[in-house]
T-cell receptor, first 112, second 113 residues
Framework: SQELEQSPQSLIVQEGKNLTINCTSS?????LYWYKQKYGEGLIFLMM?????EEKSHEKITAKLDEKKQQSSLHITASQPSHAGIYLC????????????FGTGTRLKVLA | GAGVSQSPSNKVTEKGKDVELRCDPI?????LYWYRQSLGQGLEFLIY????????KSGLPSDRFSAERTGGSVSTLTIQRTQQEDSAVYLC???????????FGPGTRLTVT
């Protein structure tokens, strides 16, 4: 079955540094979603990407979907302690089915 | 408006007991999902409901797990004869037909002792 691979699994950065998280699939993705989860809380939707080459930004977080729609990256600029948490990518692997798969997550810690 | 709510937030139960977990989706959302998140694992799809269609139960790990959605709104996930490996956070999410992004509840942390 198709899987989403995230890298790195965990990341510790100094406050103010930039960082990138990757999400890769072996098959075409019809929708790619980024979520953030804080410990003990539910997932918060960040962004959705659907078109090859698409890029979206929200505050200091930018997400891109490559032209082949098989890889997405999440980039945080000038990281802050508030960015800490688990970042999950999810994908709609079959259009219109509403059935998602998720990556295993990237645990981000930002040192003040 | 109100987001997805789940209850209880925490549940500790003895092995062999049955438990019921509740999810209240966002009003008007036609799709509802249940996921399980075990320590160090990603989200595991369990079941989803879409409108009045038959639910997709392909992710349920055993016949001890079942779920219902009454009136196209509230859903209950039932685990019978709980086992220690059932310990996890159970997340519920809902989405509208368009856009496709899901809105998650805070989860129910289930601990089976």
């Amino acid at each position: 079955s198709q899987e989403l691979e995230q890298s790195p699994q965990s990341l510790i950065v100094q406050e103010g540094k930039n960082l990138t998280i990757n999400c890769t699939s072996s098959k075409t993705l019809y929708g790619l979603y980024w979520y953030k989860q804080k410990y003990g809380e539910g997932l918060i939707f960040l962004m959705m990407l659907q078109k090859g080459g698409e890029e979206k930004s929200h505050e200091k977080i930018t997400a891109k979907l490559d032209e082949k729609k098989q890889q997405s990256s999440l980039h945080i600029t000038a990281s802050q302690p508030s960015h800490a948490g688990i970042y999950l990518c999810g994908a709609d692997i079959l259009p219109g089915t509403y059935k998602y798969i998720f990556g295993t997550g990237t645990r981000l810690k930002v040192l003040a | 408006g109100a987001g997805v709510s789940q209850s209880p937030s925490n549940k500790v139960t003895e092995k062999g007991k049955d438990v019921e977990l509740r999810c209240d989706p966002i009003s008007g959302h036609t799709a509802l999902y249940w996921y399980r998140q075990s320590l160090g694992q990603g989200l595991e799809f369990l079941i989803y409901f879409q409108g009045n269609s038959a639910p997709d139960k392909s992710g349920l790990p055993s016949d001890r797990f079942s779920a219902e959605r009454t009136g196209g709104s509230v859903s209950t996930l039932t685990i019978q004869r709980t086992q220690q490996e059932d310990s996890a956070v159970y997340l519920c999410a809902s989405s509208s037909f368009r856009p496709y992004e899901q809105y998650f509840g805070p989860g129910t942390r289930l601990t089976v002792t």
